[in-house]
């Protein structure tokens, strides 16, 4: 065999290299990589040695020319198939993959014990359990096509009444007050879908962990935090809507990381499916609660630095740059919405009957529902003296004015009769239409008609208490510098301060008043204020109805604007009501505005637990599910303790690692490789899971409505899986320092283990919290939580 040619001369400084081909650099009939290596062995220096290949010029490197060809495409450079890892410590446990054989079996491994352990006693208790008397009973609404108010958009509640439907349940059971029996009615089925969707949760946090740090450990880790959590299993056993939530939420997170790692193909089949799911998977975590909109703005800061990044890219032309923000403006924005808005089209498609929450909807929308007083029926087109009507306020929510036998209570204003506003139908809201200064017996057949007309001052008698609308300047319970509203005087006989100017909004003097279409406002004729409500709730002493006030503003708000929706008077011919008829988009917009005001105002029953959002990551206090006394059979809504304490220091330990990185990178410390390996593992793959954990927990501490424990489940999620990321990387940092690598695998090994052993013991003691406890209290010594009840604030 001839020797091999001798290497080309280099090139004179200042001249480009040439390209012309080396002979040894690359044979068309060179050897195998085993052949050349036997003969380098053979004759190490001999003329058969084989000269060390030569550095190809950056020109010619295969890599390049696959970025070239992936840009080309519209997506990322492509890399090399295989990256050399950064230098590891000598005793290091490897960080390869786990053969692909392992991963199903264990993906299947975690999500048999998910199912086991959220279907394990499902039955148990079978009565109603905390928040099952409004979910189960919103269900009932939907098999019976009943229309109701909720302050949540309409898709958990009915999933919940599908799930019903389709298991045999026939939506009589009234879910009148936790502890009621279900005797024969099924329940079951409505409890095994939000389980079922519950045991998703454990796979789909596994898979995360698994795409965002490509190590099994770490998604085992998570896995079994999730699965052993008396908390998750305790919320994931009733019907409520948190299951469904979480399930949406963790859907949309799993997508979006793995429309992530599809990013060096982009516009293939798997990239459109996982970036269309991820704006299903949105849609859905809106459409069961507004919290839903925290991961809508995780996916959004995720979508808005991919593009940035993709801007950044030289080689990305800017026409593939368009087709990219079009593909996520399709799928993030547009298919959400539309899916969202034909939620809402279904819910009122459905929800076709009068029911409870018909007071919350303005006149035209009434007018919609079958049985409701206003469904094709004929009313008298034009106000008069004598009619009895009922008067609406045109701010969303704003309720019927009303009033009631009860006064106000001692120090509040003149203690006269209350006059509030109710949102739901009621006698009380009745009132009749009199002239101000007329004992005239307008009843009397035949008595002539007299229309009130704008500009007239009238009189308003409340119908069964006689009393007549009035105000003064005494100062209004809840809104200051308003005045007082009352109900006044003995069977219609008063005073000068219950005169009001009736005017209508765009109208002239002397123009007739129309039901339902007339926009009115009343005007205090001695104080010159103007009726309203002030979308306040009262307290208890006013049945946490609605503030009504007269305001001396008289800026033009929909709070001091009514319109009269009942107008009976046997006088007057009546029209039909059908020309008000309101569009889809009115009703859309009408919802939401009536669910952000009634989100807004909840208040916490009587006896209930509520709690601050400092409480949750501690685990400091719980919730009764069932049951209060030693007889009872109690369920307590509790957070494994090890766990979730494990969570706070891991929160702890992230923060301390990404602080520390950020100070050591600004004073220019060089890292050691083991240091560098820890922060790229946890910086990189936490960063996503700790940024979903702030925007899930942080917004509760400014919101002004009641607050629970389960609220921070969904940011518990994020937590859970930023433990089993960063725990992972840990004892992998602890074990690179030990040599030979046997060891270090034992105390990796072994490290691993005591977690999950830790967290399978703890798992022991506190699972009675999900699965039932019977008989004394913790506080008694024969009690199975005897001793268990570590901080005073837990309750079981």
């Not at 006269?416 to 005239?440: G, R």
């Not at 994020?718 to 030979?740: E, N, R, V």
Request: proline share 8%; net charge positive; hydrophobic share 40%.
């Amino acid at each position: 065999m001839a020797p091999p040619s001798p290497p080309a001369p280099l090139p004179p400084a200042g001249r480009a290299r040439s390209r012309r081909r080396v002979p040894w650099r690359r044979r068309r009939s060179s050897p195998s990589r085993p052949a050349l290596r036997a003969r380098r062995l053979r004759a190490p220096h001999g003329r058969d040695c084989i000269p060390r290949r030569a550095p190809r010029p950056a020109a010619l490197r295969p890599s390049m020319r696959r970025a070239r060809r992936g840009a080309a495409r519209g997506g990322y450079p492509r890399m090399p198939p295989r990256q050399r890892e950064p230098r590891r410590g000598p005793g290091a446990p490897p960080r390869p993959a786990p053969p692909a054989a392992t991963r199903p079996a264990a993906l299947a491994l975690v999500t048999l014990l998910s199912f086991a352990s959220r279907f394990h006693r499902l039955r148990e208790p079978p009565h109603v359990c905390w928040d099952e008397t409004h979910f189960g009973k919103m269900g009932s609404y939907y098999i019976n096509r009943t229309f109701f108010f909720d302050v949540h958009p309409p898709l958990g509640k009915m999933l919940i009444g599908l799930a019903g439907y389709l298991s045999g349940y026939d939506g009589t059971f009234p879910f009148q007050k936790p502890g009621d029996r279900y005797e024969q009615h099924n329940y079951v089925g409505m409890r095994g879908f939000c389980a079922f969707l519950g045991s998703c949760l454990v796979p789909f946090a596994y898979l995360t962990v698994l795409e965002l740090s490509k190590s099994l450990p770490a998604a085992l880790l998570t896995a079994f935090i999730l699965i052993f959590d008396t908390g998750c299993i305790t919320l994931s056993q009733y019907i409520l809507l948190d299951p469904i939530l979480m399930f949406f939420l963790m859907g949309a997170v799993l997508s979006m990381v793995k429309c992530n790692s599809c990013a060096d193909r982009p516009f293939s089949a798997s990239w459109w499916f996982w970036l269309s799911l991820t704006g299903v998977s949105l849609a859905g975590a809106m459409g069961v609660k507004f919290v839903g909109l925290f991961v809508v703005l995780l996916v959004g800061l995720n979508t808005i630095y991919d593009l940035w990044d993709l801007l950044g890219n030289l080689s990305l032309s800017l026409v593939m740059f368009g087709k990219h923000l079009l593909a996520r403006v399709l799928c993030l924005i547009f298919l959400p919405l539309a899916l969202y808005t034909a939620m809402f089209a279904v819910h009122f498609a459905v929800l076709n009957r009068s029911g409870p929450g018909d007071g919350f909807f303005s006149s035209a929308f009434q007018s919609q529902l079958i049985g409701n007083n206003l469904h094709n029926v004929s009313v008298p087109e034009h106000l008069a003296y004598g009619s009895v009507v009922t008067m609406k306020n045109l701010r969303m929510a704003g309720g019927y004015l009303h009033s009631h036998w009860h006064l106000y209570p001692e120090g509040v204003g003149a203690r006269q009769q209350q006059v509030t506003a109710y949102l739901h139908k009621d006698l009380n809201n009745l009132w009749i239409i009199k002239k101000h200064e007329s004992d005239t017996d307008l009843s009397d057949p035949s008595s002539p008609v007299e229309f009130v007309r704008h500009g007239d001052i009238i009189r308003l008698e409340h119908k069964e208490t006689s009393r007549n609308l009035h105000s003064h300047q005494h100062e209004a319970p809840l809104t200051r510098k308003h005045f007082q509203v009352t109900g006044y005087g003995i069977n219609g006989t008063g005073d000068s301060n219950d005169f009001w100017r009736i005017e209508v909004v765009g109208r002239r003097t002397g123009q007739l008043i129309k039901v339902l279409r007339s926009q009115v406002r009343l005007t205090h004729v001695a104080t010159g204020c103007v009726l309203g409500s002030s979308g306040k709730t009262l307290p208890k002493w006013g049945w946490e109805q609605v503030e009504v006030t007269c305001t001396p503003y008289l800026k033009e708000t929909p709070n001091s604007l009514w319109n009269f929706e009942d107008h009976i008077n046997p006088k007057l011919p009546n029209i039909s009501l059908d020309v008000l008829k309101p569009s889809f988009a009115e009703i859309l917009l009408e919802s939401h505005m009536v669910m952000i005001r009634g989100n807004s105002g909840l208040k916490p029953k009587d006896n209930e637990v509520t709690s601050k959002p400092w409480h949750w990551p501690i685990n400091y206090q719980g919730l009764r599910f069932s049951g209060v006394n030693e007889t009872d059979y109690r369920v307590y809504l509790l957070g494994n303790p090890v766990i979730w304490w494990l969570n706070l220091v891991t929160i702890g330990l992230y923060l301390l690692i990404t602080v520390a990185t950020a100070v050591a990178l600004k004073r220019g410390v060089q890292l050691t490789s083991e240091l560098k390996e820890l922060s790229r593992v946890v910086l990189h793959a936490g960063g996503q899971i700790t940024l979903g954990w702030l925007l899930h927990y942080l917004p509760f501490f400014m919101m002004g409505r009641v607050l629970y424990f389960h609220h921070y489940f969904p940011a518990m999620l994020f937590s859970s899986m930023l433990t089993g990321i960063t725990w992972d990387a840990l004892l992998k940092f602890c074990a690179g320092f030990l040599s030979p690598s046997t060891t270090a695998r034992k105390v990796y090994g072994g490290g691993f283990l005591a977690l999950v052993l830790l967290i399978l013991y703890s798992f022991y003691l506190f699972h009675p919290l999900s699965y039932g406890m019977v008989g004394p209290m913790a506080s008694h010594p024969s009690s199975p939580m005897a001793g268990l009840r570590w901080m005073d604030s837990w309750e079981f």
